[in-house]
């Protein structure tokens, strides 16, 4: 928004205005003259005279008669009515509008509305018509506009905005604002029908309205919440050496605050170091998380995948065992239906012997597995050898018959 080294923070309040102060003043003057009163412009009130309910002041052309007098004045109000002017401090600030900048404004300062700073008697200012800028700065108990006004102002404004270069000031000028002691306006009756409205030097000029509008409502309707004013009385300003003494306050407080402002400046770049080494670190803890869950995710997939191959390799070997032992059954299974074999043909051999040996020797038994799958011999102690192998269920039934 605003392009300088000088600013590091900012407060942006959406729902501020700003006026035109002399425009605001053409209407107000134009809105009485409505209603009915009249004004003498260029006409200066010289004196006054405040006794009796009638009140009389002069100017260099004419006197006015009237009940109620209000001095408005503020810090210009002099001779006419001492007893007011020496509670106002006047206190001057400056103004410059420069010549057209072009581009480089717009670059420079971004933002549309009014801008002022937190020093005292810190730089004020806007764009107007387009890329002019309206600078206000400094304050000061000078009543006249110093020498060399313009370049002072155009040297301030190269501090704050040096890309703009040599700035040429178009206008340069001062104003005068009034503060009371107390710093708090001066608003009511100071005595019968003499009312005094002053001293906003610090509240601004919406602050003026309201005062009008509490004076002119207690003169036409006895309304009394000037009243509430009353507190902040007029406190003599002490005169010129009042005027020196606020001028050495005003520079002690500029020193006061450039040395906030440098402070400041420390504060917030220490601020903004601490917050980019914590937004360093966050994002280190962040990466190193990240990287330890992809770390557990590539370990929890090799794991997995561990457990599969072993699981597979297990179902594989099982499967095999399995395999290994059914073929082993079945390996050992024609060996005992031999072995059944074998005793059945020791029988049959006993007893064909038995029968050869009574009948003149004939009978032969005739042996063979019932599965197909091979012959046994006799055990070793059989003395005689069996026949070739043939259907076991056939010598079965042989054996029988014998
Ligand atoms: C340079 C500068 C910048 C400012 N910037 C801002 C700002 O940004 N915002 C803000 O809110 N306020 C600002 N102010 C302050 C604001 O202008 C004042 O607070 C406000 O004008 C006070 O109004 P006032 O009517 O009390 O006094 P003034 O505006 O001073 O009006 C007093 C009038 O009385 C007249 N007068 C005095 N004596 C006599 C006499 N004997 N006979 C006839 N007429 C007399 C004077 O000529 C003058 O016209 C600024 C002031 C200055 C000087």
Not at 24 to 47: H, K, M
Not at 50 to 69: E, I, L, N
Not at 218 to 230: C, E, N, P, T, Y
Not at 272 to 301: D, K, L
Request: proline share 4%; hydrophobic share 40%; aromatic share 6%.
């Amino acid at each position: 928004m605003l392009r300088s080294e000088r600013y590091f923070q900012a407060v942006h309040l959406p729902g501020a205005f700003r006026i035109h102060p002399r425009n605001y003043a053409l209407g107000l003057a134009a809105a009485a003259e409505q209603a009915g009163a009249r004004i003498f412009e260029d006409t200066p009130a010289l004196a006054m005279d405040s006794a009796g309910v009638r009140k009389r002041v002069d100017t260099p052309k004419g006197r006015v008669r009237a009940g109620h007098v209000v001095l408005a004045g503020g810090a210009h109000l002099g001779s006419v009515f001492r007893a007011v002017s020496e509670t106002l401090l006047p206190v001057s600030s400056y103004m410059a509008v420069t010549a057209p900048l072009g581009e480089a404004l717009g670059d420079a300062v971004r933002y549309r509305g009014g801008v002022s700073d937190t020093r005292r008697g810190g730089d004020y200012y806007r764009i107007v018509d387009g890329d002019r800028l309206l600078w206000g700065s400094g304050i000061s108990t000078r009543i006249s506009a110093p020498r060399g006004l313009a370049g002072s102002i155009e040297r301030d404004i190269r501090d704050v905005y040096p890309q703009l270069g040599a700035v040429k000031i178009d206008h340069a000028w001062s104003g005068l604002m009034s503060y009371a002691v107390h710093k708090m306006p001066l608003i009511g009756e100071v005595m019968p029908g003499v009312w005094v409205t002053g001293a906003f030097g610090g509240h601004g000029i919406n602050t003026t309205a309201m005062a009008g509008d509490l004076i002119a409502s207690a003169i036409v309707a006895g309304d009394d919440r000037w009243r509430l004013f009353s507190a902040y009385e007029l406190v003599w300003t002490g005169g010129a050496w009042g005027r020196a003494a606020a001028q050495i306050l005003f520079w002690a407080r500029r020193l006061q605050d450039a040395v906030a402002e440098g402070l400041a400046q420390r504060r917030d770049t220490a601020r903004r170091r601490a917050m980019q080494q914590a937004a360093h670190e966050a994002a280190e803890r962040e990466r190193r998380a990240t990287e330890a869950v992809e770390r557990r995710a590539a370990e929890e997939a090799a794991r997995a995948a561990a457990e599969e191959s072993a699981e597979r390799f297990a179902a594989a070997q099982r499967n095999a065992a399995q395999r290994a032992h059914q073929a082993a059954v079945q390996a050992k299974q024609p060996r005992r239906i031999a072995d059944t074999v074998a005793a059945h043909k020791v029988e049959l051999l006993r007893a064909a012997r038995a029968a050869g040996s009574g009948g003149g020797g004939g009978g032969e038994a005739e042996l063979g597995n019932e599965a197909g799958h091979g012959f046994e011999t006799a055990p070793a102690g059989s003395e005689e050898k069996p026949a070739a192998p043939r259907q076991l269920s056939k010598p079965r039934r042989k054996a029988k018959r014998t």
